[in-house]
């Protein structure tokens, strides 16, 4: 079973957030929260992670609920170039990453 | 630069004809992977890793060898490609295993095998 679900695909206008679920409702207490996208046939992208606290890079922010059965990765002011395929990922510490088919964002003009 | 490098990026040949895909990271990473990417079925790993001389199977490793004889090198071999291993190969590298260790991906190889 997957353990993760992610919208199949979502729309953005450009300048706008863009928040981008991931439900990871039987999410253990070591697992962490990962966030990758793939940009049309290049090789992912590290975005982010995180374990309890809401977490926020020069990319993007995660915001991780407070039971952690659920998270949203924030694209502040999504471009064009921002569009890709997203990956949430749940993972234990030493595990291999298992990508799912993720949430293909569309930022439009 | 700090990359993960794979050649050839395309290739095409013919069944049964031994091919290797080259993997090289310039980070001194211990753990490197491989996955292959197909419509519809997403990134699926090959075989992975841990350092020099250690190796595991991934969730397909069927019809693919791997060696790491060198830390910064982690060749993928199709000793008999057959079309069914067309498809889009990503190579990958992290400092470790570790929950906080990102992986940093190759460019991708397209291979077509006909």
């Known amino acids: 079973d997957a353990k993760t679900t992610q919208p199949t695909s979502m729309d953005c206008a450009e300048g706008r957030a863009a928040n981008l679920p991931c439900n990871h409702s039987?999410?253990?207490?070591?697992?962490?929260v990962y966030w990758y996208r793939q940009i049309h046939s290049q090789g992912p992208q590290y975005i982010i992670h995180?374990?309890?606290n809401n977490e926020t890079n020069e990319m993007a922010s995660l915001i991780i609920t407070e039971d952690r059965k659920s998270s949203t990765l924030i694209l502040p002011h999504a471009t064009l170039r921002d569009t890709a395929v997203y990956y949430c990922?749940?993972?234990?510490?030493?595990?291999?990453?298992?990508f799912g088919p993720g949430t293909r964002l569309s930022v439009l003009p | 630069e700090a990359q993960v490098t794979q050649n050839p990026r395309y290739l095409i040949t013919v069944t049964g004809k031994k091919l290797t895909v080259t993997c090289s990271q310039n980070?001194?990473?211990?753990?490197m992977s491989w996955y292959r990417q197909d419509p519809g079925l997403g990134l699926r790993q090959i075989y992975y890793?841990?350092?020099?001389?250690?190796?595991d199977k991934g969730d397909v490793p069927e019809g693919y060898k791997v060696s790491r004889k060198e830390k910064r090198n982690f060749p993928l071999i199709l000793e008999s490609p057959s079309p069914n291993q067309t498809s889009l190969y990503f190579c990958?590298?992290?400092?470790?295993?570790?929950?906080?260790?990102?992986?940093?991906f190759g460019p991708g190889t397209r291979l077509t095998v006909t």
């Open positions: 990958a590298s992290s400092l470790g295993q570790g929950a906080t260790y990102e992986q940093y």
């Open positions: 039987t999410i253990s207490g070591n697992e962490y």
């Open positions: 995180g374990l309890k």
């Open positions: 990922i749940v993972r234990l510490l030493g595990q291999n990453f298992v």
């Open positions: 980070m001194n990473h211990e753990y």
């Open positions: 890793s841990m350092n020099v001389e250690v190796t």
